[in-house]
């Protein structure tokens, strides 16, 4: 990606605070503004690719906008899709690179084609009638100009509009049409919710855009494609692929909490992004765990579905919306007005489980006391899950859809849900109750350590080793007490496994290889450990031996990480959120 000039001085703040750590620790950004309410609410959003060159192609807006018209489009239709997932928002991507840079609003800017029924000011009033807010996508990128065999941007009718000469298929030529057309919508669609803007460009960080937005529209949102850029509310990450389990696309992720972030990905199976004429499949069970797997990591999912010239989707797109609207009312209270539990917001572990299965945890935010168990890939034998329980004493459990109780056994750190016989095909949820408090950990304030973010209750808040390898970490009881295991958040600033997207080498910067040691005096140690630490997301465990000990201090030393030398970002890198020293499990049974 390109290299970004210095931001104004809060924005390079909140940068230091949210990606940079000195070799103490660093601290997060104060709380969110209130334009980013809705998107912090949010559990979805609908991605609509949708432009001139959407099949049949069109060469020019007066022609598509005919067949738009003459095809019944109806924004209402697309407002009442949207809300069979559940969708907060609409981001409609029409002023795209590959999509003919069509403009669906009638403009006074020449440049590009633009249509004279006002489709934006519809789709707005429409989605705002029903409770839904509509995002606006902008491209930074001219290159595609003239894919189709026909120039798409005119640069000598921009030229003469400016009154200097302005090559619109150069990047600082777009830079400066895109720039003008921000500021046309800003002042003509006051409840435009905002932007969604693919990358960046030059021109618009040289004449400060996103300041002025932030100046003229302090309502809006902005959100950006593929970079974290801090003046942005909101990082979207692209497409992940390749993931096990496949729907598991958090695992590809790689900006922390509690940083706005969104998954956007398309519904249809294969084909182009925009519509390319062709009913694709779609797979109901990974789509369906796409939307849990996020809901279950604190992310929201920009679902793209691929939209017909007349605006209505094709049947097998249809058929999986009207299945999501079926499927999420009685899970509702999981997905909505939760964060991912096994992170800073608390919850029980997620990720593999017993016998194959995964999952993920959601936590209520109004009841913390009421934890969601989302079984989104069964065991491949028996009848029941097994879950670390990170000190949380389980009362009772039902399954959420039938209210139906179960029993469960809870003892030496697992949670044990018995005599599952029905397993949804998706996803199996539990609703859990626990008690007011965890149990069997030391309070924040007992535990003192060598890098003070380690144990300050703070998981905003992280240690980092600079590149140090091996990195050592000292936890210090205050005096000889029992301890049973570590629970270590680490930053989620990276993803699970090495891959490369998009130009961006990705690794794993976590723990691999671990000793523990443990010392009365904090002079004499004595190792009882070593182990190797799974890549994956969310609150991991190191277990002392013979289910505890009594010792003063503790010892973590890491000589390795997972992350290879092919990957200089984060080879040798590691950032530690919080450890948290356990010294006993609760023991339930219902």
């Excluded at 912090?40 to 099949?55: C, I, P, Q």
């Excluded at 029903?130 to 902008?138: A, E, F, Q, T, W």
């Excluded at 535990?447 to 091996?470: I, K, M, Q, R, W």
């Excluded at 799974?534 to 890491?558: H, K």
Aim: charged fraction near 25%; include cysteine; hydrophobic fraction near 35%.
């Amino acid at each position: 990606m390109r290299r970004r000039r210095l931001l104004a001085l809060w924005t390079a703040l909140l940068a230091l605070l949210l990606t940079t750590a000195p070799a103490a620790h660093a601290r997060a950004a104060e709380q969110p503004p209130p334009r980013q309410a809705m998107l912090r609410g949010a559990t979805a959003g609908m991605f609509l690719h949708w432009g001139m060159f959407t099949a049949p192609r069109h060469l020019d807006c007066a022609s598509w906008e005919k067949d738009v018209t003459d095809g019944g489009w109806n924004p209402d239709y697309w407002v009442d899709e949207a809300r069979k997932i559940r969708a907060s928002y609409i981001v409609l991507a029409t002023f795209h690179s590959r999509l003919g840079y069509a403009r669906p609003w009638p403009s006074k800017i020449p440049g590009s084609c633009a249509t004279k029924r006002d489709i934006l000011g519809e789709l707005i009033k429409a989605a705002d009638a029903k409770g839904l807010k509509v995002i606006l996508y902008m491209t930074d990128d001219p290159k595609w100009h003239d894919e189709q065999g026909v120039e798409t941007l005119d640069s000598a009718a921009y030229s003469a509009y400016k009154g200097h000469g302005v090559d619109l298929t150069t990047r600082p030529g777009f830079g400066e049409f895109s720039y003008d057309n921000f500021f046309e919508v800003m002042k003509n669609y006051p409840k435009l919710a905002g932007f969604w803007i693919d990358n960046d460009n030059e021109y618009w960080e040289q004449h400060q855009l996103y300041e002025q937005i932030r100046q003229l529209r302090p309502d809006m949102t902005l959100s950006n494609n593929n970079e974290d850029t801090p003046i942005m509310d909101m990082v979207s990450h692209e497409q992940k692929v390749g993931m096990t389990p496949p729907y598991d696309q958090p695992s590809a992720i790689w900006t922390p909490l509690p940083r706005l972030t969104e998954s956007c990905y398309k519904v249809p199976d294969t084909g182009s992004w925009w519509y390319d004429g062709q009913d694709r499949p779609v797979s109901t069970a990974l789509n369906v765990d796409r939307y849990i797997a996020n809901a279950g990591n604190s992310i929201r999912s920009l679902m793209d579905f691929t939209a017909m010239v007349n605006g209505r989707f094709p049947p097998q797109q249809e058929q999986f919306l009207d299945l999501m609207k079926d499927y999420l009312p009685p899970i509702w209270q999981s997905l909505h007005g939760v964060d991912g539990g096994g992170f800073l917001y608390g919850g029980m572990q997620p990720g593999a489980w017993n016998d194959g299965s995964y999952g993920y945890i959601t936590v209520s935010r109004t009841d913390r006391t009421t934890q969601y168990v989302h079984v989104t890939t069964k065991p491949s034998s028996g009848d029941r899950v097994r879950i670390r329980d990170n000190g949380y004493r389980v009362e009772w459990i039902i399954d959420l859809r039938t209210g139906r109780k179960f029993h469960f056994d809870q003892r030496d750190g697992t949670l044990t849900i018995k005599g599952i016989a029905d397993w949804d095909p998706y996803d199996t949820v539990f609703k859990v109750r626990t008690a007011p408090k965890r149990e069997g950990v030391y309070p924040t304030g007992t535990v003192h350590a060598s890098e003070p973010a380690l144990t300050d209750g703070d998981f905003t808040t992280y240690t980092d080793n600079n590149g140090v390898l091996p990195a050592s970490y000292t936890l210090d009881l205050g005096r000889v007490r029992r301890a049973a295991y570590l629970a270590i958040n680490q930053r989620e600033w990276s993803p699970t496994y090495n891959r490369e997207t998009f130009g961006r080498k990705e690794d794993s910067a976590r723990i691999k290889d671990y000793t523990l040691s443990v010392s009365d005096d904090g002079t004499t140690w004595r190792e009882v450990k070593a182990g190797v630490l799974e890549s994956a997301r969310g609150t991991r465990f190191m277990d002392l031996p013979g289910a505890g000990l009594r010792t003063r201090y503790i010892r973590l030393d890491v000589p390795t990480t997972w992350s290879a030398a092919t990957v200089p970002a984060f080879y040798r890198q590691l950032r530690i959120d919080e450890i948290q020293v356990g010294f006993g499990h609760p023991l339930s049974h219902g």
